[in-house]
């Protein structure tokens, strides 16, 4: 009887040390997962915002002067850029940031807008000179996991008016 007692009490504590192990393992995992999400969204964001959408052109290839304007609801930023690779044309493209939608859209001419940054809880759009600072704070949720990534990035446009 003593042998069967120590027996059990040994897969008894196997048993609670792998439950143990596999709990803490999947907490790391959607740690992970989530990391992995806030800061994916966080750089697609700039990239898009950076490097334009589909056939339309981003930042880096705006005329300058750029206008910004920041409200309490986000930032606007409008710029011109070629309509094409001859540059004989030009189109008026439209980025905004929307607080309490939490996302980036992307309005290239007359084109409906595409949204180019999602959950984003935080954003700022500055210029300088000729560089403009953009910086966004994505965030993703995985069961009580909730993590934040923020990425920033100076622009300055290649082409002159």
Known sequence: MAEVMAAFSI????????????????????QA???????????????????????GFGLRAA????QIDNTTGGWQ?????????SGDATTTNTLTYNTSARTITYQSGSASPAV????IVASSATQAANAITLTVR??????YTNIT????T????????
């Open 11 to 30: 897969l008894a504590i196997t048993i609670t040390a792998a439950s143990l192990a596999y709990t803490m393992s999947i907490r790391v995992w959607r």
């Open 33 to 55: 997962s989530a990391r992995m999400n806030a800061s994916s969204s966080a750089s697609l964001a700039l990239t898009r915002c950076t490097m334009g959408v589909g056939s």
């Open 63 to 66: 005329f300058v002067p750029v």
């Open 77 to 85: 930023i409008r710029f011109t850029t070629p309509a094409g690779m």
């Open 116 to 119: 180019v940054g999602r959950n």
């Open 138 to 143: 994505a965030q993703a949720l995985t069961g």
């Open 149 to 152: 990534s923020e990425m920033s």
């Open 154 to 161: 100076s622009i300055t446009p290649r082409n002159r008016s």
